[in-house]
Nanobody, 117 residues
Framework: HVQLVESGGGSVQTGGSLRLSCEVSGDSYSRRCMGWFRQAPGREREGVAV????????AYADSVKGRFTISRDNARNTLYLQLNSLKTEDMAMYYC???????????WGRGTQVTVS
């Protein structure tokens, strides 16, 4: 049974930083790409960042490029998202997701809230 648990969210002022973590149970973590998504109230969920299984390839939404950094520690089955220079428009629930064997994302966490004021 795969479980993803996000942590690290909180309330920060504009320009502040947070580091989100996502601990993943199960034995396929290191073989799958991982992604971070976010959803603000009244808006659709959007992709924020993705990282390949080995960690060498990453991609970001234009809105967060240069401010957010995705990384992973395959020895600890943990995914990270460093959020710098936060803006009010970054305020959302942030979710991590594990890539599926057939493409797409097969497993999701419950989210961690990021509030920027």
């Amino acid at each position: 049974h795969v479980q993803l648990v996000e942590s690290g969210g909180g309330s920060v002022q504009t320009g502040g930083s947070l580091r989100l973590s996502c601990e993943v149970s199960g034995d396929s973590y290191s073989r799958r790409c991982m992604g971070w998504f976010r959803q603000a109230p009244g808006r659709e969920r959007e992709g924020v960042a993705v990282i390949a299984s080995g960690g060498s390839t990453t991609a970001y939404a234009d809105s967060v490029k240069g401010r957010f950094t995705i990384s992973r520690d395959n020895a600890r089955n943990t995914l990270y998202l460093q959020l710098n220079s936060l803006k009010t428009e970054d305020m959302a629930m942030y979710y991590c997701a594990k890539g599926g064997s057939m493409g797409g994302y097969s497993d999701w966490g419950r989210g961690t809230q990021v509030t920027v004021s």
